[in-house]
């Protein structure tokens, strides 16, 4: 899952290039959930990029992906 990491994101407020995060957390259901989020290292703004939800119920595992894709840059 590398597939944003050549595409460079600015930040709007200070136009700094953001770097890619994932972050996760495990509920207690047993549902996983993964967000890839663009994040600015100098102001800390946070852009949703990817939301991947794994839930399981027994035998079954179903994956849900919300993908939001980056904002087009504008000079
Ligand atoms: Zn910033």
Redesign the pocket.
């Known amino acids: 899952m590398v597939i944003y990491l050549s595409i460079e994101v600015k ?1 709007p ?2 136009n ?1 290039t953001m770097i890619l995060v994932l972050e996760s957390e495990k509920l207690s259901d047993g549902t996983v959930k993964a967000y890839f989020n663009y994040r ?1 290292p ?2 800390g ?1 946070k852009l949703e990029v990817e939301r991947i939800e794994i839930t399981r119920s027994g035998e079954v595992i179903s994956i849900k992906k919300t993908f939001t894709p980056p904002p087009s840059q504008q000079h």
Do not use: L
Request: aromatic share 12%; hydrophobic share 25%; net charge neutral.
């Open positions: 930040c407020k200070d700094n600015c100098i102001c703004f």
